[in-house]
């Protein structure tokens, strides 16, 4: 089956700067990209999703790209501030099995 | 619209009790899927209903159920609970097959 691997598990950042949050995934049948933004103790919210037919993916301050042949994705969140301090987590789905397979998450903390 | 709604929101049981969860998706959504979030293991998927059939099916043992009534609200059951299934359980619905998800709340279970 899928399996997809997140990498920093943990991301330090001054406000302001950039944050960049990696993905591999293993089935190259995979089409579909979301992450999602959980706080502590809430649901985990949709930021931002891509599809295997777009490499790039934008907005406002959070992008996404998606190297199909390396098979991996990335979050960039640009100047960033506290409230972006969350856990984020990648995923992956194929139209085949549409199950989220999701990585172990990135703790981001924002200092002020 | 409003969100996805969970009942109920947190559960405390004893081992070898059994559990019924509730998830009521967002209006005109006709997709439920369930997952299991656990430090340990992330977040893990149950299963996903259509049109009130199970499509999809995680590596959860038979203790773990759900089905999806005609008004695509859900429930997933736990018979025979084990320490190890304390975890929060979030369900998620979209519009249709194959389109994106967005998460309800969840349900706290704490197994004793």
């Known amino acids: 089956g899928e399996n997809v691997e997140q990498h920093p598990s943990t991301l330090s950042v001054q406000e302001g700067d950039s944050a960049v949050i990696k993905c591999t995934y293993s089935d190259s049948a995979s089409n579909y990209f979301p992450w999602y933004k959980q706080e502590l103790g809430k649901r985990p919210q949709l930021i931002i999703d891509i599809r295997s037919n777009v490499g790039e993916k934008k907005d406002q301050r959070i992008a996404v790209t998606l190297n199909k042949t390396a098979k991996h994705f990335s979050l960039h969140i640009t100047e960033t501030q506290p409230e972006d301090s969350a856990v984020y987590f990648c995923a992956a789905s194929n139209t085949g099995r549409r199950a989220l397979t999701f990585g172990s998450g990135t703790r981001l903390q924002v200092q002020p | 619209k409003a969100g996805v709604t969970q009942t109920p929101r947190y559960l405390i049981k004893t081992r070898g009790q059994q559990v019924t969860l509730s998830c009521s998706p967002i209006s005109g959504h006709r997709s439920v899927s369930w997952y299991q979030q656990t430090p340990g293991q992330g977040l893990q998927f149950l299963f996903e209903?259509?049109?009130?059939?199970?499509?999809n099916k995680g590596n959860f043992p038979g203790r773990f159920s759900g089905r999806q009534f005609s008004n695509s609200r859900s429930e997933m059951n736990v018979s025979t609970l084990e320490l190890g299934d304390s975890a929060l359980y979030l369900c998620?619905?979209?519009?249709?097959?194959?389109?994106?998800?967005?998460f309800g709340p969840g349900t706290r279970l704490l197994v004793l």
């Open positions: 209903y259509f049109s009130e059939t199970q499509r």
């Open positions: 998620a619905s979209s519009p249709s097959y194959q389109e994106t998800q967005y």
